[in-house]
């Protein structure tokens, strides 16, 4: 997909009611107040010797580039939001809410901006280190915890 296809998408998850119940999954789906959709991905590495990891996260650096760049110049300078504090206090007992929980267990960083009552977060996900990388988008109006 293209940038402006990913916009598009964008777009059309701000404008959809949020779901009242989870659906879908890790990579594709939300909850309420909520909605998460993978943009782009890479391979897996499950038979990867280590030579096209770097390439592919390359690749998917580029997408995710391109992607916050996008919403930069629609909506400004975001936020960069380290997420591990979230994954240490969720270790420690702490309940952190859907969609943070999910986000803080696949990446250390989000790019996030506030378009009215909503966030916008952009992130790469990835599960594990045999799984792909994940472009990622969420719109949410849960404030990050």
Same mark, same amino acid.
């Given at each position: 997909?293209?940038?402006?296809?990913?916009?598009? %998408?964008?777009?059309r998850?701000?404008?959809t009611? #949020?779901p %009242?119940?989870?659906? &879908? =999954? +890790?990579?594709? =789906? =939300? $909850?309420p &107040?909520?909605?998460?959709?993978?943009? $782009? @991905?890479?391979?897996? #590495?499950?038979?990867?010797d280590?030579?096209?990891?770097?390439?592919a996260a390359?690749? *998917?650096?580029?997408?995710?580039?391109?992607?916050?760049?996008a919403?930069?110049?629609r909506?400004?300078? +975001?936020?960069? #939001?380290?997420v $591990?504090?979230?994954? /240490? @206090?969720?270790l420690? $007992?702490?309940e *952190?809410p859907e969609?943070? /929980? =999910? *986000?803080?267990?696949? %990446?250390?960083h !989000?790019?996030?901006? @506030?378009?009215?009552?909503?966030?916008? !977060?952009?992130? !790469?996900?990835?599960?594990?280190?045999? #799984?792909?990388?994940?472009?990622?988008?969420? *719109?949410t109006?849960v404030?990050? +915890?």
């Open positions: 997909m293209t940038t402006a296809e990913h916009l598009d %998408t964008i777009d998850l701000r404008a009611a #949020f %009242t119940a989870p659906e &879908g =999954g +890790p990579a594709h =789906g =939300g $909850g &107040g909520h909605h998460l959709v993978t943009l $782009g @991905r890479t391979r897996d #590495f499950w038979d990867d280590g030579s096209g990891r770097q390439e390359d690749q *998917i650096a580029a997408e995710y580039g391109a992607l916050t760049q919403l930069t110049d909506w400004g300078e +975001p936020q960069v #939001f380290a $591990g504090s979230l994954l /240490d @206090r969720e420690e $007992g702490e *952190i969609p943070w /929980d =999910g *986000i803080c267990n696949t %990446t250390d !989000v790019h996030l901006w @506030r378009v009215g009552e909503q966030w916008l !977060v952009a992130y !790469v996900a990835q599960w594990d280190k045999e #799984f792909p990388y994940l472009l990622t988008a969420v *719109i109006v404030d990050p +915890p």
